[in-house]
Each structure stands twice: as C-alpha cells, then as structure tokens.
C-alpha cells in the first residue's frame, strides 16, 4: 500500500542558500510520524516545501499517490494537508471565533469541536487573535487545524516558548488528536515527540539522518545526531 | 441654498448648514474613492498612482452610456462595470507579475498606467470638458427646517453612506470579507486554509476601482467631466488615506468627512485658504500622529 505522503529526494533553495539536500521521508495513513533536528537543519523549510510555500527545486512529492510537488498551496491545502505552523500565524485582528470559522471549509467537522478540545477559547471566542496569550495562540492554531478537518496535520514546533504547565496541555490535546488524525509533527524537544510519535526522523544540514520507531532504544543514536537535552 | 433670515447669528448658523450639507456631500465622495484606495494599499501594499483614472473611467463610462440610454441608473452600473474590468485587468496584467519586487515598480507602472488611461480618455471622447447634466429626478431641492438643500447632493450622502455601509458590511459579516481581512495579515496562511488569495487580490483591485468608478459617475452631474479629473482628486485622496491612517478603512470614512466639511468651510469663511486646509491638515497629522487617525502602523484595521 503506498503511503498517505511521499517525499522523494526533495532539493530545496532559498535564493542561492541550498536548505533541503535530497530529503525523502513517507507518512502512512493513521501515523504520527515526528521530525526531529536542531534549529535551522530543515525542518520547517521540509514542512513549507510540502506545503508548496517554498517548492522543491528537484525531486517529487506524493499525496495519496498523487504528485502535488507544482501545485499551489491553496490546491494542496484542498487536497487534505493542513498545517498548524510553527509561529502560530494567528491572524492578530480577527476575533478567535473569526479565525475558527476560516479555518473551518467544510461542514464536516461541527464548529464546536474546537471548544470540546480547548474550552478556554469558548470563553476567548470575542477576543481578538493579539489579545491572546502564547499559549492560548497554540491552542487556537492547534484548533484550527482540527476544524479544517485534513487528512494530514503538518504540525510545526507545537510547544515551542510554551510555559512546562501549558506544554502539558497542548500535548494532552495531541495525544487526543492523534487517534483520529494523521500528522507529521516538528519538535526539538525529544521528550514531546517520544509522546506522541510512532516513528521518528532525524534531521542534520538539510539531510534526514536517522529513523527510528523506538527513541528508547536509540537514545543514544538521538543523542549523537541531535545533542539536544532529553530532560 | 437659500438663507432665510439675515441676521448676524443667523449668517453664522447658515454658514454651518451649508458648510455641512456641502462638506458631507463632497466628502462622502472622498470616502468612497479612497476607501478602493486604501482596501488595495492594505491588502497588497499597492501604493495605486492610476486609481484617480479609475475614478474618471467611471465618469467617462458612465457619461457615454447616459448619452446613449438617458438612463442616469445604467450610467452608475456602466460605470461600476467598467471600473471593476478595468481594475481587474491592471492586477492581473501589470500589477501581479511585481508583488515580489520593490514598491518603486508598482509607483511606475501605475504611473504609466494613469498617464495611459488619461490619454485614452483624450483619443476616445476628446480633451474637453464635457457638461454631465443631473438626472431630471434627482434636479430638484428640498425644503427642511427652513432650509432649501439640492435633491442631488442629499442623493450622494445617502447614496455614498449606502455603499460605504455595504463594503463595510461585506468586509465585517462575509465569508469572502473575512479572507480578506486575514489575507491581510498573513497571505501563506490563508492559502494554507485552501483560499486562493490571487483571486482575492484580483477582486478587491476590482472593487476598489469600481468604488472609485462609482464616485466619478456620481460627481460627475455636479463638475462636468475632464480627462484629467482623475489626477486632480488624486492628491485630495491620497490626503485623506494620509489622515485616516495607510490601509485603515475606519480612518477613510473619518477623514474623507473631515476633509470634505474643513474644505467647504473654507470655502464659505477663508475662500482664499480653502485649497490649502487639506494638506495643512495632513501635515498636522503627520507631525503629531504619523500613523494616521486610525492607521495601526500601517497595517489594515477595520
């Protein structure tokens, strides 16, 4: 069976800067698959490039068996990718109820999902999308990529500058999120990503460099490539 | 306009009746030809030297389709026709292949642009100044309160406050209003949402223009038509997008007003300084409050 997203040995520029030098990684449908790395090893280009943010100079990219590597990121978005990225990219001016009923394009998902995971926004939704503190930000990104109802969240540093009290919420939300969703999920923190994530790919100048389905068994592995704290 | 009585205060009292029935009618003018104005600059940081022409294409259409049908109502649609067609035409053909270069390109070619359009007018309909009669409904006065006011000036208040109330509504409750707003702010994430933002710039170019289309028909009954008409209220226009704060449509209506009145008091108490009021305003605003009334560090605010 081909998997839900295919990445084949993508190239990747930004003006002459070579970011992504042959990256392939693959998503099977249900899967919570994460990507971990440094800053600045190509995470998040990896994730644009999906996106068709920043398309890949070379190589291809599949979704569903199909190749979305030209297309527009309105045409990939309506394909099913939807994307909660990394600085939240909440709209400031618009209230929170404003930025749900964007997010939500289709009536499949009922709007009031995004308050049954986070009920704060419920008492939020007349606030502005400024006015909202970091965490309840990633929450309501968190909750718009629940509304756009996609068959694959492209979920960028979740807990990134996030209080230790309120990364334990938006993990508890994942964690509810990942037994209906699939998701290809970037973290720097090892510990979110060993919480959430059936398989992982390890990232290094552009490269994927290890894969692993068990972080407990190759911690060691993890630590050589990545040297990041596992606390 | 009539005055009634002839004492000292009651001059006074006349001189603001008329200073504010002139002011608004002349500002809501204002207000619906830079809010095109300020829609299309907050949105996709397109300073547009040509929407003045914009403003005279709806005049233009709108005089040649009076002539043809006498029709004053098939005149206002020509002329929103035309505006919205030829806004669009410009976005997509002139416009769109300059987003990622610097804002000196999108000056130029909009430059060339109006100097292009003025130049049609001149070929088509000739250099001249054309007279524009008002329409035999609308050529009347009213009485009110002792006050004799023409039908056509309070047919261009409640007109103009009509249509600045659409767009407003449209930008605030409408789906397609909210993608804008958002687009706004954050163009990747909204095409992530699935929305194709190409589409929304091309409307709201459209828009815009046939806002301004739309001005330049309904001013045209009271001015007559000329083909640089379109580049002489385009410095009034971009004083009140000035005033009101780049990108700020609630600044446009708040400033195209204020402008509008400060002007036609002028008119009536210090004739020889009326023109001059405007920009000494504006230079007013940016020494004290560079932003604008309303303007958020030059991003779009409702």
């Given at each position: 069976m081909s998997p839900l997203l295919s990445v084949e040995g993508i190239d990747t520029y930004y003006g002459d800067s070579h970011i992504l030098h042959g990256t392939s990684l693959e998503v099977a449908e249900g899967e919570v698959v994460g990507l971990l790395g440094r800053n600045g090893v190509g995470k998040s280009t990896t994730l644009r490039s999906i996106l068709g943010h920043?398309?890949?100079?070379r190589g291809e990219i599949t979704f569903r068996g199909d190749s979305?590597?030209?297309?527009?990121p309105n045409d990939i978005s309506k394909r099913g990718i939807g994307w909660v990225p990394e600085d939240r990219?909440?709209?400031?001016?618009?209230?929170v109820e404003e930025n749900l009923k964007l997010a939500r394009?289709?009536?499949?998902?009922?709007?009031e999902t995004a308050y049954d995971y986070f009920p704060k926004l419920e008492e939020l939704s007349?606030?502005?999308?400024?006015?909202?503190?970091g965490g309840e930000q990633q929450m309501l990104a968190i909750a718009r990529g629940i509304l756009?109802?996609?068959?694959?969240l492209l979920i960028d540093?979740?807990?990134?500058?996030?209080?230790p009290m309120i990364v334990d919420d938006v993990v508890d939300a994942l964690e509810e999120i990942q037994s209906e969703a699939t998701i290809l999920l970037v973290e720097q923190s090892v510990d979110v990503v060993n919480a959430l994530a059936d398989r992982i790919y390890i990232m290094d100048k552009g490269r994927i460099v290890a894969e692993t389905d068990d972080i407990e068994r190759d911690s060691e592995l993890i630590d050589q490539h990545l040297k990041v704290s596992t606390e | 306009m009539v005055l009634p009585h002839n004492t000292l205060l009651q001059i006074s009292v006349d001189g603001i009746v008329q200073g504010l029935y002139s002011g608004i009618s002349f500002g809501m003018i204002l207000v619906l030809t830079a809010a095109g104005l300020t829609l299309i600059f907050g949105l996709m940081g397109v300073v547009n030297f040509a929407h003045g022409e914009l403003y005279a294409a709806g005049a233009y259409a709108g005089f040649v389709l009076f002539g043809v049908t006498g029709n004053f109502a098939v005149a206002v649609v020509a002329a929103v026709i035309a505006g919205f067609a030829i806004g669009a035409i410009m976005e997509v053909s002139i416009i769109r292949p300059l987003y990622?270069?610097?804002p000196l390109y999108q000056l130029a070619v909009t430059f060339g642009a109006a100097i292009i359009l003025i130049e049609l007018i001149e070929v088509i309909i000739g250099p001249q100044s054309q007279p524009f009669p008002i329409p035999d409904l609308l050529s009347g006065s009213i009485a009110v309160a002792g006050y004799t006011f023409g039908t056509y000036r309070i047919f261009l208040i409640v007109a103009g406050g009509i249509l600045v109330t659409a767009l407003w509504l449209f930008l605030t409750k409408s789906k397609y209003g909210l993608i804008i707003r958002a687009a706004i702010f954050d163009t990747e994430m909204v095409e992530s949402m699935g929305y194709d933002v190409n589409r929304a710039y091309t409307f709201i170019f459209g828009l815009g223009a046939a806002y301004a289309a739309i001005a330049g028909v309904l001013v045209a009954p009271l001015f007559g038509l000329f083909p640089e008409m379109g580049a002489e209220i385009i410095i009034l226009i971009f004083v009140v997008v000035v005033v009101g704060g780049l990108g700020s449509f609630k600044g446009v209506i708040v400033a195209g007003l204020l402008i509008g009145i400060a002007q036609s008091f002028g008119q009536i108490y210090v004739p020889w300084a009326a023109e001059a009021i405007p920009f000494v305003l504006m230079v007013a605003v940016i020494l004290y409050r560079p932003q604008g009334l309303f303007g958020v560090e030059g991003v779009f605010t409702e």
């Amino acid at each position: 069976m081909s998997p839900l997203l295919s990445v084949e040995g993508i190239d990747t520029y930004y003006g002459d800067s070579h970011i992504l030098h042959g990256t392939s990684l693959e998503v099977a449908e249900g899967e919570v698959v994460g990507l971990l790395g440094r800053n600045g090893v190509g995470k998040s280009t990896t994730l644009r490039s999906i996106l068709g943010h920043t398309p890949p100079e070379r190589g291809e990219i599949t979704f569903r068996g199909d190749s979305i590597t030209d297309l527009k990121p309105n045409d990939i978005s309506k394909r099913g990718i939807g994307w909660v990225p990394e600085d939240r990219r909440i709209f400031p001016a618009l209230t929170v109820e404003e930025n749900l009923k964007l997010a939500r394009r289709t009536d499949t998902v009922p709007f009031e999902t995004a308050y049954d995971y986070f009920p704060k926004l419920e008492e939020l939704s007349s606030s502005t999308g400024g006015q909202l503190s970091g965490g309840e930000q990633q929450m309501l990104a968190i909750a718009r990529g629940i509304l756009g109802d996609f068959d694959l969240l492209l979920i960028d540093e979740p807990t990134e500058g996030l209080a230790p009290m309120i990364v334990d919420d938006v993990v508890d939300a994942l964690e509810e999120i990942q037994s209906e969703a699939t998701i290809l999920l970037v973290e720097q923190s090892v510990d979110v990503v060993n919480a959430l994530a059936d398989r992982i790919y390890i990232m290094d100048k552009g490269r994927i460099v290890a894969e692993t389905d068990d972080i407990e068994r190759d911690s060691e592995l993890i630590d050589q490539h990545l040297k990041v704290s596992t606390e | 306009m009539v005055l009634p009585h002839n004492t000292l205060l009651q001059i006074s009292v006349d001189g603001i009746v008329q200073g504010l029935y002139s002011g608004i009618s002349f500002g809501m003018i204002l207000v619906l030809t830079a809010a095109g104005l300020t829609l299309i600059f907050g949105l996709m940081g397109v300073v547009n030297f040509a929407h003045g022409e914009l403003y005279a294409a709806g005049a233009y259409a709108g005089f040649v389709l009076f002539g043809v049908t006498g029709n004053f109502a098939v005149a206002v649609v020509a002329a929103v026709i035309a505006g919205f067609a030829i806004g669009a035409i410009m976005e997509v053909s002139i416009i769109r292949p300059l987003y990622d270069r610097e804002p000196l390109y999108q000056l130029a070619v909009t430059f060339g642009a109006a100097i292009i359009l003025i130049e049609l007018i001149e070929v088509i309909i000739g250099p001249q100044s054309q007279p524009f009669p008002i329409p035999d409904l609308l050529s009347g006065s009213i009485a009110v309160a002792g006050y004799t006011f023409g039908t056509y000036r309070i047919f261009l208040i409640v007109a103009g406050g009509i249509l600045v109330t659409a767009l407003w509504l449209f930008l605030t409750k409408s789906k397609y209003g909210l993608i804008i707003r958002a687009a706004i702010f954050d163009t990747e994430m909204v095409e992530s949402m699935g929305y194709d933002v190409n589409r929304a710039y091309t409307f709201i170019f459209g828009l815009g223009a046939a806002y301004a289309a739309i001005a330049g028909v309904l001013v045209a009954p009271l001015f007559g038509l000329f083909p640089e008409m379109g580049a002489e209220i385009i410095i009034l226009i971009f004083v009140v997008v000035v005033v009101g704060g780049l990108g700020s449509f609630k600044g446009v209506i708040v400033a195209g007003l204020l402008i509008g009145i400060a002007q036609s008091f002028g008119q009536i108490y210090v004739p020889w300084a009326a023109e001059a009021i405007p920009f000494v305003l504006m230079v007013a605003v940016i020494l004290y409050r560079p932003q604008g009334l309303f303007g958020v560090e030059g991003v779009f605010t409702e």
